[in-house]
């Protein structure tokens, strides 16, 4: 129930005056990307400093519902809420649920991500796709609280889920390469511990 009206809380602070600006040039730019052919926006996106994913997805998102400016915002309205609910699942997933509540909070009124989650822009996204591949990566390190059942199978479908989130991740936006190294540097802590342990 508490996790409800944190999620509730976030959507309406993100869906709040999205329409108290224009689109600005960034955002312009974003929906230039996504008025473009596919085989033209993967060829403009190699000379730019943004990846094509995030356009791809706008450009899908606005011939479904349109071109107006608060259509194209809630894109990432909708990738900001859907991260408070991941956010308590990760934070629930590695320390316990008084944790994930306190994650979920503090992202729903975070400033930063409520204005990052009205532009039409991927950072939104790109926390989404993050936070996937922090549970994911911990999960198969067997970070946390462990699900009960779990079996090796599982745990290699985990790294497969972390895969896939850290690729969306990149494709989305080129900063997420700092994500990739920082989990990648803690991955090997851990695994030496474990190896270290075991001997």
């Not at 008025?35 to 993967?42: A, D, I, K, N, V």
């Not at 790109?126 to 922090?134: G, K, M, N, T």
């Not at 969306?168 to 990739?180: D, E, M, S, W």
């Amino acid at each position: 129930l508490l996790l409800a009206f944190l999620t509730l809380l976030a959507l309406l602070l993100r869906a709040a005056r999205l329409d108290f600006q224009p689109l600005w040039w960034d955002e312009g730019y974003s929906v230039w990307f996504a008025h473009q052919s596919l085989g033209e926006m993967l060829r403009l996106t190699a000379l730019d400093i943004h990846p094509p994913l995030y356009y791809a997805l706008l450009s899908a998102w606005s011939h479904s519902f349109g071109w107006e400016p608060v259509t194209l915002r809630w894109l990432s309205v909708a990738a900001g809420v859907a991260a408070v609910p991941l956010i308590y699942l990760v934070g629930d997933w590695l320390s316990g649920r008084r944790v994930g509540l306190v994650a979920a909070f503090l992202l729903a009124i975070n400033p930063l991500h409520i204005y990052y989650s009205q532009e039409v822009r991927m950072y939104a996204l790109v926390v989404l796709w993050s936070l996937l591949a922090i549970g994911a990566a911990g999960r198969w390190l067997g970070l946390g609280r462990r699900i009960r059942g779990d079996t090796q199978p599982a745990a290699w479908g985990w790294l497969a889920g972390y895969v896939a989130a850290i690729t969306l991740a990149l494709y989305t936006q080129y900063y997420a390469a700092f994500l990739l190294v920082g989990l990648a540097a803690a991955g090997t802590v851990v695994l030496w511990r474990l190896r270290a342990g075991s001997q």
